[in-house]
Protein backbone atom coordinates (compact mmCIF):
# COMPACT_ATOMS: atom_id res chain seq x y z
CA UNK A 1 0.00 0.00 0.00
CA UNK A 2 1.11 3.68 -1.02
CA UNK A 3 1.97 5.54 2.30
CA UNK A 4 1.59 9.04 0.41
CA UNK A 5 -0.11 8.87 -2.31
CA UNK A 6 -0.62 12.20 -4.76
CA UNK A 7 -2.82 12.64 -8.09
CA UNK A 8 -2.75 13.23 -10.59
CA UNK A 9 0.85 11.88 -11.17
CA UNK A 10 1.16 14.18 -14.37
CA UNK A 11 -0.81 17.63 -15.34
CA UNK A 12 -0.35 19.17 -18.51
CA UNK A 13 -2.34 22.87 -19.11
CA UNK A 14 -2.63 26.17 -20.14
CA UNK A 15 -1.63 29.17 -18.73
CA UNK A 16 -4.78 30.79 -16.49
CA UNK A 17 -6.41 27.31 -15.89
CA UNK A 18 -7.40 26.63 -12.26
CA UNK A 19 -5.91 23.09 -10.85
CA UNK A 20 -6.12 20.87 -8.31
CA UNK A 21 -3.57 18.32 -6.78
CA UNK A 22 -4.80 15.96 -4.20
CA UNK A 23 -2.74 14.23 -1.47
CA UNK A 24 -3.87 11.22 0.71
CA UNK A 25 -1.59 9.81 3.38
CA UNK A 26 -2.89 6.28 5.19
CA UNK A 27 0.12 6.42 7.72
CA UNK A 28 -1.82 7.95 10.40
CA UNK A 29 -0.17 10.89 10.74
CA UNK A 30 -1.03 14.26 11.95
CA UNK A 31 0.93 16.62 9.87
CA UNK A 32 1.01 16.99 6.20
CA UNK A 33 3.20 19.52 3.56
CA UNK A 34 3.01 20.62 0.22
CA UNK A 35 6.65 21.25 -1.12
CA UNK A 36 7.67 22.69 -4.82
CA UNK A 37 10.71 21.47 -6.46
CA UNK A 38 12.22 23.89 -9.17
CA UNK A 39 14.01 22.65 -12.59
CA UNK A 40 17.02 23.34 -10.56
CA UNK A 41 16.02 20.45 -8.29
CA UNK A 42 15.28 22.91 -5.34
CA UNK A 43 12.84 22.36 -2.89
CA UNK A 44 10.97 24.71 -0.75
CA UNK A 45 8.12 23.82 1.92
CA UNK A 46 5.09 25.37 0.33
CA UNK A 47 2.36 24.96 3.62
CA UNK A 48 2.25 22.71 6.41
CA UNK A 49 -1.09 21.40 7.84
CA UNK A 50 -1.31 19.79 11.33
CA UNK A 51 -4.60 18.45 12.33
CA UNK A 52 -6.52 20.43 9.57
CA UNK A 53 -4.88 23.46 10.56
CA UNK A 54 -2.63 25.49 8.33
CA UNK A 55 0.96 26.11 10.60
CA UNK A 56 3.51 27.14 7.61
CA UNK A 57 2.52 29.18 5.41
CA UNK A 58 5.60 30.34 3.26
CA UNK A 59 5.71 33.37 0.83
CA UNK A 60 3.21 31.74 -1.90
CA UNK A 61 0.82 33.56 -4.05
CA UNK A 62 -2.24 33.72 -2.90
CA UNK A 63 -3.34 31.62 -6.11
CA UNK A 64 -2.11 28.93 -4.17
CA UNK A 65 -4.31 27.79 -1.63
CA UNK A 66 -4.36 24.49 0.60
CA UNK A 67 -7.77 22.62 2.03
CA UNK A 68 -7.38 19.80 4.74
CA UNK A 69 -10.74 18.02 4.85
CA UNK A 70 -9.51 15.75 7.39
CA UNK A 71 -6.18 15.00 8.70
CA UNK A 72 -5.49 12.23 6.02
CA UNK A 73 -6.09 14.40 2.98
CA UNK A 74 -4.16 18.21 2.12
CA UNK A 75 -5.61 19.36 -1.60
CA UNK A 76 -3.21 21.58 -3.74
CA UNK A 77 -5.67 24.48 -5.25
CA UNK A 78 -3.90 26.71 -7.82
CA UNK A 79 -5.92 29.46 -9.42
CA UNK A 80 -4.61 31.67 -12.49
CA UNK A 81 -2.26 29.26 -13.77
CA UNK A 82 0.93 31.24 -14.73
CA UNK A 83 4.30 29.48 -16.42
CA UNK A 84 6.21 29.90 -13.29
CA UNK A 85 4.16 27.11 -11.66
CA UNK A 86 5.68 24.39 -13.64
CA UNK A 87 7.14 22.47 -11.20
CA UNK A 88 7.46 19.12 -9.64
CA UNK A 89 4.98 19.61 -6.44
CA UNK A 90 5.46 16.99 -3.55
CA UNK A 91 3.33 15.84 -0.60
CA UNK A 92 4.72 15.17 2.62
CA UNK A 93 3.32 13.81 6.10
CA UNK A 94 4.80 13.13 9.67
CA UNK A 95 4.06 12.39 13.05
CA UNK A 96 5.55 15.42 14.94
CA UNK A 97 6.00 14.65 18.36
CA UNK A 98 8.65 17.29 19.40
CA UNK A 99 11.44 16.62 17.16
CA UNK A 100 13.76 14.43 14.81
CA UNK A 101 9.91 12.71 13.19
CA UNK A 102 10.90 11.70 9.75
CA UNK A 103 8.78 13.42 6.99
CA UNK A 104 7.64 10.83 3.86
CA UNK A 105 7.18 12.02 0.25
CA UNK A 106 4.37 11.05 -2.19
CA UNK A 107 5.49 10.44 -5.55
CA UNK A 108 5.08 14.19 -6.66
CA UNK A 109 2.96 15.74 -9.02
CA UNK A 110 4.98 17.16 -12.29
CA UNK A 111 2.95 20.11 -13.97
CA UNK A 112 3.67 21.86 -16.70
CA UNK A 113 2.13 24.91 -17.82
CA UNK A 114 2.04 26.23 -21.41
CA UNK B 1 16.91 33.05 9.37
CA UNK B 2 18.46 29.43 9.12
CA UNK B 3 19.44 27.96 5.95
CA UNK B 4 21.41 25.22 4.45
CA UNK B 5 24.23 24.93 2.12
CA UNK B 6 25.83 22.26 0.01
CA UNK B 7 28.70 23.22 -1.49
CA UNK B 8 28.99 20.35 -4.10
CA UNK B 9 26.75 20.65 -6.66
CA UNK B 10 27.27 18.13 -9.12
CA UNK B 11 29.99 15.18 -7.79
CA UNK B 12 31.03 12.59 -10.04
CA UNK B 13 32.76 9.31 -9.28
CA UNK B 14 33.95 6.06 -10.06
CA UNK B 15 32.58 3.06 -8.98
CA UNK B 16 33.91 1.76 -5.64
CA UNK B 17 35.25 5.41 -4.94
CA UNK B 18 34.54 6.96 -1.37
CA UNK B 19 31.62 9.44 -1.13
CA UNK B 20 31.93 12.83 0.95
CA UNK B 21 29.39 15.24 0.61
CA UNK B 22 29.08 18.22 2.64
CA UNK B 23 26.05 20.17 4.69
CA UNK B 24 26.57 23.10 6.84
CA UNK B 25 23.84 25.26 8.63
CA UNK B 26 23.49 28.17 10.03
CA UNK B 27 21.03 27.99 13.39
CA UNK B 28 22.73 27.69 16.20
CA UNK B 29 20.22 26.26 18.74
CA UNK B 30 19.34 22.57 19.01
CA UNK B 31 18.54 21.05 14.83
CA UNK B 32 17.54 17.99 13.81
CA UNK B 33 19.47 16.74 10.71
CA UNK B 34 18.65 14.65 7.94
CA UNK B 35 19.52 13.40 4.72
CA UNK B 36 17.37 12.04 1.84
CA UNK B 37 17.90 10.78 -1.45
CA UNK B 38 16.25 11.18 -4.60
CA UNK B 39 16.56 8.86 -7.22
CA UNK B 40 16.10 9.53 -10.86
CA UNK B 41 12.13 10.49 -11.77
CA UNK B 42 11.32 9.40 -7.63
CA UNK B 43 10.18 10.93 -5.04
CA UNK B 44 12.54 11.71 -1.90
CA UNK B 45 13.40 9.20 0.86
CA UNK B 46 14.85 9.32 4.13
CA UNK B 47 18.57 8.10 4.43
CA UNK B 48 19.39 8.79 7.39
CA UNK B 49 18.72 11.69 10.40
CA UNK B 50 20.35 12.65 13.50
CA UNK B 51 18.63 14.39 16.41
CA UNK B 52 20.37 13.23 19.51
CA UNK B 53 22.89 10.77 21.26
CA UNK B 54 25.49 9.18 18.91
CA UNK B 55 26.74 11.97 16.26
CA UNK B 56 28.12 9.31 13.84
CA UNK B 57 24.29 7.71 12.47
CA UNK B 58 24.18 5.18 10.20
CA UNK B 59 21.45 5.14 7.34
CA UNK B 60 20.10 2.58 4.83
CA UNK B 61 22.38 1.35 1.73
CA UNK B 62 25.94 1.47 3.72
CA UNK B 63 25.59 5.31 4.28
CA UNK B 64 26.47 7.61 7.50
CA UNK B 65 27.00 10.98 8.42
CA UNK B 66 28.74 12.86 11.33
CA UNK B 67 27.02 15.70 13.21
CA UNK B 68 30.07 17.85 14.75
CA UNK B 69 28.45 20.57 16.31
CA UNK B 70 30.90 23.18 16.35
CA UNK B 71 31.26 23.20 12.74
CA UNK B 72 27.59 23.05 11.97
CA UNK B 73 28.35 20.26 9.91
CA UNK B 74 26.22 16.88 8.77
CA UNK B 75 28.45 15.40 6.25
CA UNK B 76 27.15 12.44 4.22
CA UNK B 77 29.86 9.58 3.55
CA UNK B 78 29.46 6.22 2.14
CA UNK B 79 33.26 3.91 1.86
CA UNK B 80 32.49 2.96 -1.46
CA UNK B 81 29.63 4.09 -4.01
CA UNK B 82 27.68 1.95 -6.63
CA UNK B 83 26.21 3.03 -10.04
CA UNK B 84 22.97 2.64 -8.40
CA UNK B 85 23.53 5.59 -5.88
CA UNK B 86 23.25 7.96 -9.06
CA UNK B 87 20.52 10.18 -7.26
CA UNK B 88 20.12 13.80 -5.92
CA UNK B 89 20.86 14.02 -2.17
CA UNK B 90 19.44 16.79 0.19
CA UNK B 91 20.59 17.71 3.14
CA UNK B 92 17.88 18.99 5.86
CA UNK B 93 17.71 20.63 8.90
CA UNK B 94 14.60 21.32 11.22
CA UNK B 95 14.52 22.95 14.56
CA UNK B 96 12.81 21.00 17.09
CA UNK B 97 12.23 24.15 19.22
CA UNK B 98 10.42 26.94 17.74
CA UNK B 99 10.91 26.08 14.28
CA UNK B 100 6.89 25.09 13.34
CA UNK B 101 7.95 21.83 12.19
CA UNK B 102 9.44 23.97 9.07
CA UNK B 103 12.41 21.46 7.45
CA UNK B 104 14.46 23.53 5.34
CA UNK B 105 16.61 21.74 2.50
CA UNK B 106 19.67 22.55 0.69
CA UNK B 107 20.11 22.88 -3.09
CA UNK B 108 20.90 19.59 -3.53
CA UNK B 109 24.23 17.75 -4.36
CA UNK B 110 23.98 15.65 -7.93
CA UNK B 111 25.68 12.84 -7.73
CA UNK B 112 26.70 10.87 -10.99
CA UNK B 113 28.49 6.79 -10.44
CA UNK B 114 30.23 5.79 -13.16
CA UNK B 115 30.61 2.40 -14.20
Known amino acids: DTAVSQTPKYLVTQMGNDKSIKCEQNLGHDTMYWYKQDSKKFLKIMFSYNNKELIINETVPNRFSPKSPDKAHLNLHINSLELGDSAVYFC?????????????FGPGTRLLVL | AQSVSQHNHHVILSEAASLELGCNYS??????LFWYVQYPGQHLQLLLKYFSGDPLVKGIKGFEAEFIKSKFSFNLRKPSVQWSDTAEYFC?????????????FGTGTQLKVEL
Open chain 2, 27 to 32: YGGTVN
Open chain 2, 92 to 104: AVKRPHGGGNKIT
Open chain 1, 92 to 104: ASSQEQGGGETQY
